[in-house]
């Protein structure tokens, strides 16, 4: 029995003494745990750099490991080893400067990064000495074709207002609509709940249909497609206009028309009246009723 | 009230009466300019409001371009009855209702809630009204400027292409004002001036009145048909010197414009990029607009038969067109750019001729008739046309095959002209004249003129 006490008591120590409470940080990407989670897919970007600096963009939805490569060829005198350095944000990241040696004329800096929220998202630099440098800026699939002409409609009118993200690209999770009035306060459109909005989500674009304009409604609408690891907006301007607007110049054209028939005709007529007074005597009486 | 010019109207014998054009001539002139312009140059326009169809309706893009199809189906289809319509009536009173209907067709296209309102409004009652402006127009500059006929006609087209590069920055900045409701009630505003180059056509006795006084039975079938055929000119069908030219300038119709619709995805796919395609096509349009004008001042000038000319310009362009791909396949962008630009000077050379040419054929009198009919005969090239050179380019995947069965198309359009009688002599022959009683015809004229209170022409009655 005592054995058995020893033994318990060996194992309850072990475990106490296993049971560390892993230090996480609250900014930059978790180093590798010491116990290994479920493995994520892997990606790979890698940039040879011509010149100083160079900017990528990386696009991700999902949660990845993903792995940024920097090569540099570096300048005239090469040295053997130069410092290498990985920031986010302009902070410089725990345990990122290491030395890098020459190989085949070139200096490699790798790293690997874990992408799991939109934290992780933002702008990362490999930085060579104080001389190169690459930017990695990763962001959630941005979006495409955004209409820059605001879109004009009349009251009473329905609209449709539409965000497209590019096929090319994955497909979001999700769309939220929102629109602004002028100020920056911006209020999500629930449709719900009302009667005036409709929205209709289909693959990569996303409609929403407002009835019954009134011209309260014209400002800005913002869609956001939302995605695993972040969201991308884009916006559309509505205008709200009453039909008198346009009334205005085609009054002013119809008037214009009016006018210069009128002048034709008069013309035309104290034209042939000249002729008439002024040529065969027996056509006087006709001149009269003229 | 007729005109105060005598001389400036010739509605008696050929136009080889060296007849001073006077300065309502030249209004005339600028009434087609300004029509013209609001027909054919607002529908080539029409590229922006379909942007806004295809978001708005959540149509295809195919579908909307069923609107300008529609509408220049109804323009072509409606001419003879124009024309008709002018013999009848009063071409002014016709051409101001053709504005009316025109403009009417864009304010209600304004009101549409869906894509059919649009085939109806912008498509079927402003193609009609269109077809009631556009061959009368012509018709009336054809039969009233007869020294500068050409260049009148030239000057008249060139609008086409020089009120594109207003049109279409116009249009834009109207749409983003105004929505495209807004736009199309203005567009509708602007078409009302067609009313006013009407109402600068002057009326003038018709030498028709005598058939209507002829034919004592008032409202038996036959005698109502025999004025409808020859209102609508039907006899014209059954002669060969009109028939000929007709097949010639519909083969030509087949296979002239082709190059407008394929030049720029041509360009892009031999792999120039997007503005050297644009500037192609652009290069071309001016080269089109100084080939109306320059091709309308020289005809005049009387140093060659109209119809040589014209099949000098149909058979140079078909030459171009066939050779706008070979060009490309050297790789070489100056000599795509020359070959357009030669393209587009001999097309628009031509179409200053093709109208000018008909006086000569049929007479003056019955230009309306004639060029309704020919309008009419001609939209069935233009629907071939197009999808033959698209099918082309479908089957073989160059668009190569399409411009060489385009230009042949032309080339064979020429080919039918020079069989026209009188073809190969170096002097017009003597345009035909109406039959009818000569002398109902003078007593009537004198009656009418003494009526309208205008001096007797002294011309009108015995010219050859």
């Given at each position: 029995?005592?054995?058995?006490?020893?033994?318990?008591?060996?194992?309850?120590?072990?475990?106490?003494?296993?049971?560390?409470?892993?230090?996480?940080?609250?900014?930059?990407?978790?180093?590798?745990?010491?116990?290994?989670?479920?493995?994520?897919?892997?990606?790979?970007?890698?940039?040879?750099?011509?010149?100083?600096?160079?900017?990528?963009?990386?696009?991700?939805?999902?949660?990845?490991?993903?792995?940024?490569?920097?090569?540099?060829?570096?300048?005239?005198?090469?040295?053997?080893?130069?410092?290498?350095?990985?920031?986010?944000?302009?902070?410089?990241?725990?345990?990122?400067?290491?030395?890098?040696?020459?190989?085949?004329?070139?200096?490699?800096?790798?790293?690997?990064?874990?992408?799991?929220?939109?934290?992780?998202?933002?702008?990362?630099?490999?930085?060579?000495?104080?001389?190169?440098?690459?930017?990695?800026?990763?962001?959630?699939?941005?979006?495409?074709?955004?209409?820059?002409?605001?879109?004009?409609?009349?009251?009473?009118?329905?609209?449709?207002?539409?965000?497209?993200?590019?096929?090319?690209?994955?497909?979001?999770?999700?769309?939220?609509?929102?629109?602004?009035?002028?100020?920056?306060?911006?209020?999500?459109?629930?449709?719900?709940?009302?009667?005036?909005?409709?929205?209709?989500?289909?693959?990569?674009?996303?409609?929403?249909?407002?009835?019954?304009?009134?011209?309260?409604?014209?400002?800005?609408?913002?869609?956001?497609?939302?995605?695993?690891?972040?969201?991308?907006?884009?916006?559309?301007?509505?205008?709200?206009?009453?039909?008198?607007?346009?009334?205005?110049?085609?009054?002013?054209?119809?008037?214009?028309?009016?006018?210069?028939?009128?002048?034709?005709?008069?013309?035309?007529?104290?034209?042939?009246?000249?002729?008439?007074?002024?040529?065969?005597?027996?056509?006087?009486?006709?001149?009269?009723?003229? | 009230?007729?005109?105060?010019?005598?001389?400036?109207?010739?509605?008696?014998?050929?136009?080889?009466?060296?007849?001073?054009?006077?300065?309502?001539?030249?209004?005339?002139?600028?009434?087609?300019?300004?029509?013209?312009?609001?027909?054919?140059?607002?529908?080539?326009?029409?590229?922006?409001?379909?942007?806004?169809?295809?978001?708005?309706?959540?149509?295809?893009?195919?579908?909307?371009?069923?609107?300008?199809s529609?509408?220049l189906a109804a323009q072509q289809f409606f001419s003879p009855?124009?024309?008709?319509?002018?013999?009848?009536?009063?071409?002014?009173?016709?051409?101001?209702?053709?504005?009316?209907?025109?403009?009417?067709?864009?304010?209600?296209?304004?009101?549409?809630?869906?894509?059919?309102?649009?085939?109806?409004?912008?498509?079927?009652?402003?193609g009609?009204?269109?077809g009631?402006?556009?061959?009368?127009?012509?018709?009336?500059?054809?039969?009233?400027?007869?020294?500068?006929?050409?260049?009148?006609?030239?000057?008249?087209?060139?609008?086409?292409?020089?009120?594109?590069?207003?049109?279409?920055?116009?249009?834009?900045?109207?749409?983003?004002?105004?929505?495209?409701?807004?736009?199309?009630?203005?567009?509708?505003?602007?078409?009302?001036?067609?009313?006013?180059?009407?109402?600068?056509?002057?009326?003038?006795?018709?030498?028709?009145?005598?058939?209507?006084?002829?034919?004592?039975?008032?409202?038996?079938?036959?005698?109502?048909?025999?004025?409808?055929?020859?209102?609508?000119?039907?006899?014209?069908?059954?002669?060969?010197?009109?028939?000929?030219?007709?097949?010639?300038v519909t083969?030509?119709n087949?296979?002239?414009?082709?190059?407008?619709?394929?030049?720029?995805?041509?360009?892009?796919?031999?792999?120039?990029?997007?503005?050297?395609?644009?500037?192609?096509?652009?290069?071309?349009?001016?080269?089109?607009?100084?080939?109306?004008?320059?091709?309308?001042?020289?005809?005049?000038?009387?140093?060659?038969?109209?119809?040589?000319?014209?099949?000098?310009?149909?058979?140079?362009?078909?030459?171009?067109?066939?050779?706008?791909?070979?060009?490309?396949?050297?790789?070489?962008?100056?000599?795509?750019?020359?070959?357009?630009?030669?393209?587009?000077?001999?097309?628009?050379?031509?179409?200053?001729?093709?109208?000018?040419?008909?006086?000569?054929?049929?007479?003056?009198?019955?230009?309306?008739?004639?060029?309704g009919l020919l309008q009419l005969i001609e939209s069935g090239a233009g629907l071939l046309g197009?999808?033959?050179?698209?099918?082309?380019?479908?089957?073989?995947?160059?668009?190569?095959?399409?411009?060489?069965?385009?230009?042949?198309?032309?080339?064979?359009?020429?080919?039918?002209?020079?069989?026209?009688?009188?073809?190969?002599?170096?002097?017009?022959?003597?345009?035909?004249?109406?039959?009818?009683?000569?002398?109902?015809?003078?007593?009537?004229?004198?009656?009418?003129?003494?009526?309208?209170?205008?001096?007797?022409?002294?011309?009108?009655?015995?010219?050859?």
């Open positions: 029995m005592s054995t058995s006490w020893k033994q318990l008591l060996f194992q309850t120590v072990l475990l106490l003494i296993s049971c560390r409470p892993t230090q996480t940080k609250t900014s930059g990407p978790t180093p590798p745990p010491l116990v290994p989670i479920s493995p994520l897919s892997t990606a790979v970007r890698s940039v040879v750099l011509e010149g100083d600096s160079h900017t990528e963009k990386v696009e991700l939805e999902n949660p990845v490991d993903l792995e940024l490569e920097c090569v540099w060829s570096g300048n005239l005198n090469n040295l053997p080893n130069v410092t290498g350095v990985w920031r986010k944000g302009g902070d410089e990241l725990e345990n990122s400067r290491l030395a890098v040696p020459l190989e085949n004329e070139k200096y490699h800096l790798r790293r690997v990064f874990r992408i799991v929220s939109e934290e992780n998202l933002g702008n990362y630099s490999c930085v060579f000495g104080n001389e190169a440098k690459v930017d990695f800026i990763l962001a959630a699939p941005q979006m495409g074709e955004v209409r820059d002409k605001p879109i004009v409609s009349y009251v009473g009118d329905s609209v449709v207002v539409v965000c497209k993200m590019e096929a090319t690209k994955p497909k979001p999770l999700s769309w939220n609509w929102y629109k602004a009035n002028g100020t920056d306060k911006e209020q999500i459109i629930y449709a719900a709940e009302s009667h005036q909005y409709e929205i209709k989500d289909k693959d990569w674009t996303s409609k929403l249909v407002v009835h019954n304009l009134t011209e309260a409604d014209s400002g800005s609408y913002h869609c956001e497609a939302v995605y695993a690891l972040g969201t991308t907006m884009g916006h559309v301007e509505l205008k709200v206009i009453t039909l008198w607007e346009p009334l205005k110049p085609f009054i002013a054209i119809l008037v214009e028309v009016v006018v210069l028939v009128a002048a034709i005709l008069l013309y035309e007529r104290s034209q042939s009246k000249k002729k008439c007074s002024g040529e065969n005597g027996t056509n006087a009486e006709q001149s009269n009723t003229l | 009230m007729t005109s105060s010019e005598p001389k400036a109207k010739k509605s008696g014998g050929g136009g080889s009466e060296a007849a001073e054009d006077g300065d309502w001539s030249w209004a005339l002139v600028g009434a087609l300019f300004v029509s013209t312009s609001l027909v054919f140059g607002l529908m080539r326009s029409l590229g922006v409001f379909f942007v806004e169809f295809v978001q708005y309706f959540e149509a295809s893009a195919q579908a909307i371009s069923w609107i300008s529609t509408g009855l124009g024309a008709a319509l002018c013999n009848a009536y009063d071409t002014r009173v016709v051409v101001m209702t053709g504005g009316v209907l025109a403009a009417l067709g864009f304010i209600l296209a304004s009101q549409a809630t869906c894509l059919v309102h649009l085939y109806l409004t912008m498509g079927l009652t402003s009609f009204g269109w009631l402006v556009f061959t009368p127009m012509v018709a009336t500059v054809v039969a009233n400027v007869t020294r500068r006929r050409t260049l009148a006609l030239g000057l008249g087209f060139s609008s086409i292409g020089i009120v594109s590069f207003v049109f279409n920055p116009l249009f834009q900045f109207l749409v983003e004002t105004y929505g495209w409701r807004g736009a199309l009630l203005i567009l509708g505003g602007l078409s009302l001036n067609i009313v006013a180059c009407g109402a600068l056509i002057r009326p003038k006795p018709r030498s028709k009145a005598p058939e209507k006084v002829d034919s004592e039975k008032s409202s038996s079938s036959s005698s109502l048909l025999r004025r409808l055929s020859s209102y609508l000119e039907l006899p014209l069908l059954l002669e060969r010197p009109y028939l000929t030219y007709t097949a010639a083969l030509l087949v296979g002239y414009f082709v190059p407008y619709f394929h030049l720029v995805a041509h360009s892009r796919q031999v792999g120039f990029s997007e503005y050297e395609a644009a500037f192609v096509m652009s290069a071309a349009g001016a080269s089109d607009i100084l080939g109306r004008v320059a091709s309308g001042w020289f005809s005049d000038l009387g140093h060659f038969r109209l119809i040589h000319l014209l099949s000098l310009w149909t058979a140079l362009a078909g030459l171009f067109i066939m050779l706008l791909p070979i060009s490309s396949l050297s790789g070489s962008y100056s000599m795509l750019v020359v070959i357009s630009l030669l393209y587009g000077f001999c097309s628009g050379a031509l179409t200053s001729l093709v109208f000018a040419v008909v006086p000569m054929i049929v007479g003056v009198e019955r230009v309306m008739g004639a060029i197009t999808p033959l050179s698209g099918l082309l380019k479908d089957v073989t995947g160059t668009y190569t095959a399409s411009f060489l069965v385009a230009g042949g198309f032309v080339v064979l359009g020429t080919l039918a002209m020079t069989t026209l009688p009188h073809y190969f002599s170096c002097s017009d022959p003597p345009a035909p004249r109406r039959r009818s009683h000569r002398d109902k015809d003078k007593s009537l004229h004198l009656e009418l003129e003494q009526i309208n209170c205008a001096p007797p022409d002294p011309s009108h009655g015995g010219g050859q």
